[in-house]
T-cell receptor, first 109, second 111 residues
């Protein structure tokens, strides 16, 4: 089992709709979780971090964490064309940060 | 402005010619790391450093060297580059190894 798994996509979502991105992780001892956005050829930039079970909202973004299910998700409300990018899930395993391979999101105008 | 800088941004070189990619951060972060990113393989950690003079191997350290003589700098050295090291490289820093702040990336081509 891969340490951090994401569906590679592409995930196509109409403009204005909700985009839902999912991530599972294998190490139950992981304590902190991150979502990064990466535009093609650019560096990853942090969108959200989440440390405890439940939801965390920041503007149009909501991160959801379920440690029992080892599952992290990112919801993007009112999707915009500028949200088209690759979204990387990252997990702090304690000794290192492990990144998923990313999900490509395409917002359809 | 808080930032991580890398140089050069683009580099084309030939097999066996030693090269260094520099990385510098101005956030006084203790933790720094190097990643490479390849299509279909995602971000993979090469080396990391938890403080000055403390470095450790990541997932793909073969063919690379690093040093951490100062807190702000963490250069990546390829002693004898090979074509399979053609990749996009990112340096990152963080406070305590948590949220990573990435540099702009270095696109390396080894012929």
């Amino acid at each position: 089992q891969k340490e951090v798994e994401q569906n590679s996509g592409p995930l196509s979502v109409p403009e204005g709709a909700i985009a839902s991105l999912n991530c599972t992780y294998s190490d139950r001892g992981s304590q902190s979780f991150f979502w990064y956005r990466q535009y093609s050829g650019k560096s990853p930039e942090l969108i959200m971090s989440i440390y405890s079970n439940g939801d965390k909202e920041d503007g149009r973004f909501t991160a959801q964490l379920n440690k029992a299910s080892q599952y992290v998700s990112l919801l993007i409300r009112d999707s915009q064309p500028s949200d088209s990018a690759t979204y990387l899930c990252a997990v702090n395993r304690g000794d290192k940060i492990i990144f998923g391979k990313g999900t490509r999101l395409h917002i359809l105008p | 402005e808080a930032q991580v800088t890398q140089n050069p941004r683009y580099l084309i070189t030939v097999t066996g010619k030693k090269l260094t990619v520099t990385c510098s951060q101005n956030m006084n972060h203790e933790y720094m790391s190097w990643y490479r990113q390849d299509p279909g393989l995602g971000l993979r950690q090469i080396y990391y450093s938890m403080n000055v003079e403390v470095t450790d191997k990541g997932d793909v350290p073969e063919g690379y060297k690093v040093s951490r003589k100062e807190k702000r700098n963490f250069p990546l050295i390829l002693e004898s580059p090979s074509p399979n090291q053609t990749s996009l490289y990112f340096c990152a820093s963080s406070e305590g190894g948590d949220t990573q702040y990435f540099g702009p990336g270095t696109r390396l081509t080894v012929l």
